[in-house]
């Protein structure tokens, strides 16, 4: 009787240099596109290290490029990887390399700003990216309404706009971007870069963040109110606070608001603390829907 022999999968095929991949597909970053491609394995494995614990978690990359941290991340434990480009020659690019990870790579064509990242994955989701510099705030504002769907995320900007997230009050860099993503997160600073970390080398620098949601969220209602809230008093950052929640709110409104949070309304928005905003943010709700 002849014995069966159980054959195994053959290995799937080797991943060619990242170079190769670029000048095959004719992948010279574009301006545009905010494209800083990062192709370092060492310094994408220790951005993937940054976000933690990986094992049975989906990842969710925006910007791929040529795959430079999408190799990384195949590499580490996440359970899927799930890849959203705009750029046609760098999808053609992720594809080939899908075919080393056919069961864990996936791709999404399209423009990440118009995706609800909720519906593409299930939880628990992480977004771990290299953001393309000209969509990289939007996007951030975006998953901060969100936030509550993400476990963490960690996240290349340019340096400036890292320390704005990361900034305190009474700092120069501390603005809007610093209220609501500290509201909703831990922040965190966990790498720097220099311009020659990238190809090509952008003019400034860069700086991975990672930010953690916090156990209790805000609602839809309450960020919208807080959105609104920041953009007035940070609007005219150099004016009383009085004076620059006037236009959005009314004079007797904001003189009102700031009175009931316990806020002299002769500080400016820069010397608030997160806490106070939220404060102003409660009552700001609670006025709108009583008045509706």
Known sequence: MRSLVAMSPPPPPERPPLREVIARHGLAARHALGQHFLLDGNVTARIVRLAGDLGDRHVIEVGPGPGGLTRSLLDSDAATVTAIEIDPRAVAAIRELSETAPDRLRIVEGDALALDLRSLVPAPRRIIAN??????????????????????????????????????????????????????????????????????????????????????????????????????????????????????????????????????????????????????????????????
């Open 131 to 292: 953001l393309p510099y000209n969509v990289g705030t939007p996007l951030l504002i975006g998953w901060l309404r969100q936030a509550a769907a993400f476990e963490g995320l960690t996240l290349m900007f340019q340096r400036e706009v890292a320390e704005r997230i990361a900034a305190q009050p009474g700092t120069r860099a501390y603005g809007r971007l610093s209220v609501l993503a500290q509201w909703v997160c831990a922040i965190e600073i966990g790498l720097r870069l220099p311009p020659a970390a990238f190809v090509p080398p952008p003019r400034v620098s860069s700086a991975v963040i990672c930010l953690t949601p916090h156990t209790s969220q805000p609602s839809a209602a309450r960020f919208a109110v807080m959105e609104r809230l920041t953009a007035a008093a940070f609007g005219q950052r150099r004016k009383m606070l009085r004076a620059a929640l006037r236009a959005a709110l009314g004079t007797s409104a904001a003189e009102s608001l700031l009175r009931r949070a316990g806020i002299a309304p002769e500080r400016r928005a820069e010397t608030l603390s997160v806490a106070e905003f939220d404060r102003l943010a409660a009552l700001l709700e609670a006025d709108t829907a009583g008045s509706s």
